[in-house]
């Protein structure tokens, strides 16, 4: 008998998805561009099961039951188009291809497109949680051909992490719809991840703790509802961690350098194009440029001095580091929320008609960004679907209104003692220009006007207008 489902790339994901697809009852085929690698999986991982290897692509489609359920887990670009291209030869209509990678989301429209115009039917779809999630079971978000998604239903479900309320999968919307969430996703995750660095610098440098002490403190904040989170745990893991050389921190050892594979940047793109601000995640993209500069930074130590650091109060360990905890919690709600606006924006003018609260729903388990929040953000959607900005939501402004002068009192210590904290700033400018209801931009509109005759409008009279400011 034919396989229920087929997959295209035996990297540690490809074989961790079909292990997971496996052990849920769907018998696989997999193929890979080197077949060695097809048979190392088959008589190694893969040995004992409902999985078989095909030596070609058209063996492979002939493994397939139809219509032919294919996942492809490649590297995003020019791969994936070559792979489709290669493939569709011996496909027929109503087979689907599923890309589980990171691909860029308008290179999924127009896949979406082309391949529905010949009849097949095409998802883009995320896929967090990495190698231990895609075994155990990933937070998956899949868009496209609301058909193909029909056929796969029954898999996804199985394979998703399960969370209170259902399986961590649900259809996001039509074409690039499922890898624009998953952007939004990731750029909220470097938000996150800059957030928690940030915090760490200044327990290591305004208070002088180890590893270990930090670890409590990151323990005692996974124990609250604002911070628990998959993000906040494994920091602990990591500020733990002894270097088995010398038993000293680990972390202390690595190169503060850090990389990037797009998707922050994509989400930087996305917002700075459809007008959106995310300033706390664009502060952790570049925390990321800026810290790669590293010869330069050194170059700059050497020349202005390095920051002489000022003691302020970022709290201690018997009140869990608040203010340090308020600052962190409102950054990582700004993260969300920034990410959660950009995707309003991106859903009114793609129309894909997100659903919001389904999708605070399936990032709440699996993915890098679970926590316990995203229960809060859910139902702040699901009580007003049309909420523009999580800020407005009234446990939100609540927290807001109760952490914002630790935040504020973190963000002044830090600046006098020289150290940099990018998202906890920029999150304070963003919480503070939300509250201020005329900012200065009349001037920016009198100036625009004057070299320019751009004019501007008027808050005491209708129409627009133009002065000779230079008489
Ligand atoms: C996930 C992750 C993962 C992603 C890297 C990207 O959700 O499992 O987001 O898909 O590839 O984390 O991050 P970098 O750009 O930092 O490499």
Redo the contacts with the bound molecule.
Sequence with gaps: SKAHFGLIGLGVMGENLILNAERNGFSSVVYNRTYAKTEAFLAGRGSGKQIIGATSLQDFVNKLERPRRILMMIKAGQPIDDTINAISLYLEEGDLLIDGG?SLYTDTERRVIELEQKRFGYIGM?????AK?ALEG??MMPGGTRQAYEDVKDLLYKMAAQVEDGPCVAYIGPRGAGHFV?TV??GI??GI?QILAEAYDLMKRVDGMNGEQMAKILDAWNETEELSSYLVEITSACLKTKDPGDGSDLVEKIVDK???????LWTVISALEMGVPVPTIYASLNG?VMSSMKDERTLGESIFGGPIVLPFDIGNPSNNMQPLEDACVLACMASYAQGLALLVEASRLHEYNLNMSSIAQIWKGG???RSRLLKRIQDAYTSNPSLTNLVFDPWFTKQINKRLPGLASVVAGASKAGIPTPCFSATLDYINSYRTSRLPQNLVQAMRDCFGAHTYERIDQKGNFHTEWIQ
Excluded: M
């Design positions: 990171n995320g896929i967090s949680g990495g999630g990933p937070s998953k996703h990731n995750e470097y991840e850090a990389g990037q594979k797009g998707t922050g990321r993915c890098i960004i």
